[in-house]
């Protein structure tokens, strides 16, 4: 189980990952370069390939539990209000977003809300 309350979360936004949907590999080289990581988090990653009427929302999710232990929760939509060039942008680090700017929704079972 997942303990999120405090979990620093990471957001990589790399133009450089071609196939359609990042995976470990990819969260690996990010945390390789991103040297101040605090465990657990969880990191959000682009889906480049994507987007819902020229909005580009849609993040892979990944849970690391420490610097060994990389774990695919899958994909989540997330939409920012207003957004410049209707292009999702999120903070290179935080713990929560403003519900008053940002809106989210499970696309994967990891993250559906009951």
Request: hydrophobic residues 40%; negative net charge.
């Amino acid at each position: 189980m997942i303990d999120n309350e405090k979990m620093p979360i990471y957001f990589y936004s790399s133009l450089d990952i071609k196939e359609k949907m990042p995976t470990e590999l990819h969260c690996a080289e990010f945390q390789n370069s991103f040297k101040s990581i605090n465990y657990p988090c969880l990191i959000f990653m682009r889906l480049n390939w994507w987007n819902d009427y020229s909005h580009v929302t849609n993040f892979a999710c990944f849970y690391l539990n420490n610097s060994n232990s990389i774990e695919s929760l899958g994909i989540v939509k997330i939409i920012q209000l207003n957004a410049p060039d209707l292009k999702t942008e999120l903070p290179k680090e935080f713990e929560s977003l403003d519900n008053e700017k940002f809106f989210f929704r499970g696309v994967t079972s990891t993250f559906t809300i009951n």
